[in-house]
């Protein structure tokens, strides 16, 4: 497996602007700020599948050399290229 950048499990508590990010002190949501929580989250799951898709892509360029030297099998690179953007 090709590990790359994680997509948090929980809501994102910091903002872009070192904020909240949705949360107060208190636990009631700041109004305007869960848009910015759901930007966020979005731009996060869009750079990860850029990234998968970039170390895919570059997984299919390797010869059998540099798969041999980074402990794959072909096939194992092929299964790997060919998974969805979205799976991990």
Same mark, same amino acid.
Not at 24 to 49: D, Y
């Given at each position: 497996?090709?590990?790359?950048?994680?997509?948090?499990?929980?809501?994102?508590? +910091? /903002?872009?602007? $070192? !904020? #909240? +990010? /949705?949360?107060? $002190? !208190? #636990?009631?949501?700041?109004? $305007?700020?869960?848009?910015?929580?759901?930007?966020?989250?979005?731009?996060?799951?869009?750079?990860?599948?850029?990234?998968?898709?970039?170390?895919?892509?570059?997984?299919?360029?390797?010869?059998?050399?540099?798969?041999?030297?980074?402990?794959?099998?072909?096939?194992?690179?092929?299964?790997?290229?060919?998974?969805?953007?979205?799976?991990?």
């Amino acid at each position: 497996m090709i590990t790359g950048l994680m997509v948090p499990s929980q809501p994102v508590r +910091g /903002g872009p602007r $070192g !904020g #909240g +990010g /949705g949360y107060s $002190g !208190g #636990g009631a949501a700041v109004p $305007g700020s869960s848009l910015l929580t759901i930007l966020h989250c979005w731009r996060t799951a869009f750079k990860l599948a850029c990234e998968r898709h970039r170390q895919r892509k570059q997984l299919m360029e390797m010869d059998d050399r540099q798969l041999k030297d980074i402990g794959i099998t072909p096939e194992e690179a092929e299964q790997e290229a060919r998974k969805p953007i979205w799976k991990d």
